[in-house]
């Protein structure tokens, strides 16, 4: 019988913390980090013959349905958001140790791996990608909601991608319509945070902001469909009428109205790319070698003398390839939308960096 290696981050009991603030220039590049939180690492290891190197997070806090929530964001690539969101530190830092183990552990399993290949993309044996992507595309949503929160909530509304099952798909598909957001984030000029779209879930202010996010987020309405009314379980339909005499005119009713989506094609498209074989690396500069170092990254080496990674993270918009100047991945040099563009530039990294070292040396 063979033993599934257990993660070493299953360890972490604390990791140390950097602070980072807009002032200190160590926040995290791009928007989704907050205006200040704080840096940590979780360590590299070799699982399975698989190496994967140490990673770097941000933790920080946001609002949520009117209450002050940690929430963890990877750093470098798409910066996904790891594990679930917590009332503490401590507790979101246990949901992410968790989360980035099973995911190593998932990577490095025998029963996934063909033997010998140690890149993911081509390790994954064809017939499990293609479960995953199926499950990936039975799990998409199919209905979007847009309902008015109770007033003691804050009120305002939230838009809501449910599947099929009748969950939300992801954190990132619940989304406060009215709520600014963190500092930096993307807006829509044309409906949000505009004053006409407080005046009722079913007016067509909120129904331009939550078609400009649908549209963001991947999807767009089904052929032929149109926002209703929802009327949804007796408990909850006595409960808002409980709450009607305390709501405005114009937020009485309807509280809730829904209508069918379906995934774009160019969703469909980043699915095939992030639940399938990696992409070939183009032909390589003179002098220039690469292997796999673990999920979605190479290690680069030129003349024998110097290394670099170079990671991938497929993302609707645009594939996001990222050159790092070391293993541990907390240097991003430059970021392109191909492999191409970012090899080219390593023999003239590596001669910038041989006259930076002999100018020291003759100083």
């Known amino acids: 019988m063979t033993t599934q290696a257990r993660s070493i981050v299953?360890?972490?009991?604390?990791?140390?913390?950097?602070?980072?603030?807009?002032?200190?220039?160590?926040?995290?590049?791009?928007?989704?980090f907050g205006t200040d939180g704080w840096l940590f690492a979780l360590p590299g290891e070799t699982l399975g013959g698989i190496r994967f190197p140490q990673a770097l997070y941000a933790a920080f806090q946001v609002s949520k349905h009117g209450a002050l929530v940690w929430r963890v964001r990877e750093m470098g690539g798409e910066s996904r958001q790891v594990g679930s969101d917590?009332?503490?530190?401590?507790?979101?830092?246990?949901?992410?140790?968790?989360?980035?183990?099973?995911?190593?552990?998932?990577?490095?399993?025998?029963?996934?791996?063909?033997?010998?290949?140690?890149a993911r993309g081509a390790a994954w044996q064809p017939c499990r990608l293609e479960r995953i992507r199926a499950g990936q595309?039975?799990?998409?949503?199919?209905?979007?909601?847009?309902?008015m929160a109770y007033p003691l909530a804050g009120?305002?509304?939230?838009?809501?991608?449910?599947?099929?099952?009748?969950?939300?798909?992801?954190?990132?598909?619940?989304?406060?319509?009215?709520e600014r957001g963190a500092a930096g984030r993307e807006n829509d000029p044309a409906g949000i945070h505009l004053g006409t779209i407080t005046d009722?879930?079913?007016?067509?202010g909120l129904k331009t902001a939550a078609?400009?996010?649908?549209?963001?987020?991947?999807?767009?309405?089904?052929?032929g469909a149109a926002w209703a009314p929802y009327t949804g379980s007796a408990s909850s339909e006595a409960q808002r009428k409980e709450w009607a005499p305390l709501l405005p005119e114009g937020h009485r009713w309807p509280h809730t109205i829904r209508?069918?989506?379906?995934?774009?094609?160019?969703?469909l498209a980043y699915i095939d790319r992030a639940y399938g074989p990696l992409p070939e690396l183009p032909d390589l500069p003179a002098g220039v070698s690469a292997r796999p170092s673990g999920p979605c990254s190479w290690e680069l080496c030129y003349?024998?003398?110097?290394?670099?990674?170079?990671?991938?993270?497929?993302?609707?918009?645009?594939?996001?390839?990222?050159?790092?100047?070391?293993?541990?991945?907390?240097d991003p040099l430059a970021r392109a939308a191909s492999p191409g563009e970012l090899l080219a530039t390593i023999p003239s990294r590596d001669a910038e960096a041989q006259a930076c070292a002999a100018a020291r040396k003759d100083s």
């Open 10 to 32: 299953r360890n972490t009991v604390e990791p140390e913390y950097t602070r980072y603030t807009p002032a200190n220039g160590r926040k995290p590049d791009g928007a989704g």
């Open 86 to 118: 917590s009332e503490t530190r401590e507790g979101v830092l246990a949901l992410v140790v968790n989360a980035v183990a099973q995911q190593r552990e998932k990577a490095a399993a025998p029963a996934t791996r063909v033997p010998g290949v140690r």
């Open 137 to 147: 595309l039975a799990a998409l949503p199919t209905v979007a909601e847009i309902r």
């Open 155 to 178: 009120g305002g509304a939230t838009l809501r991608l449910i599947t099929v099952e009748g969950g939300t798909a992801e954190q990132r598909h619940t989304i406060a319509l009215m």
């Open 200 to 204: 009722g879930a079913n007016t067509e």
């Open 211 to 223: 078609g400009w996010h649908l549209m963001r987020l991947g999807f767009d309405y089904a052929r």
């Open 259 to 267: 209508v069918a989506i379906t995934a774009t094609a160019e969703h």
């Open 303 to 330: 003349a024998g003398r110097r290394f670099w990674q170079l990671s991938y993270r497929p993302r609707m918009g645009g594939d996001v390839w990222t050159l790092y100047a070391d293993p541990t991945r907390t």
